[in-house]
């Protein structure tokens, strides 16, 4: 692998790390979308995430595409992590839940 891939593997994780450390804000428009709607929607953007890492894999194991192995690794690390995030928000979800249901009324 040359340097200049390295180096652009570098500034892609560089640019990963700080959108994760900076906080997300949309604004909600009332009446838009409802959690239903949000939560099926990071699940089916998840869920594309992980089959494009698994072709892009294929592709690379079989020769059908120019991608390099550092591009076939980020993006079975972006859907790795957004599968771990989204595991820890349904975490929280399901506890939130559980103290609320053995809340006394």
């Known amino acids: 692998m040359s340097n200049m891939e390295i180096n652009k593997v570098l500034a892609q994780m560089r640019t990963m790390s700080t959108q ?3 906080p997300i804000t949309q ?3 009332e009446g838009t979308s409802n959690f239903s709607e ?3 929607d990071a699940v089916k953007g998840v ?6 890492a698994s072709a892009m894999a294929t592709d690379f ?3 059908a595409t120019d ?3 550092a591009e076939v690794m980020v993006s079975m690390q972006k859907a790795s992590l957004s599968f771990q995030a989204m ?3 349904r975490n929280k979800l399901v506890t ?5 249901m053995n809340m006394p009324i």
């Not at 869920?47 to 494009?52: P, T």
């Not at 939130?96 to 609320?100: G, L, M, P």
């Open 47 to 52: 869920s594309d995430k992980q089959m494009a």
């Open 67 to 69: 991608a390099s192995v």
């Open 61 to 63: 194991q079989t020769g």
């Open 38 to 40: 949000i939560l099926g």
């Open 87 to 89: 595991t820890e928000v």
């Open 96 to 100: 939130a839940y559980q103290e609320i």
């Open 27 to 29: 604004p909600v428009e």
């Open 20 to 22: 994760l450390e900076a």
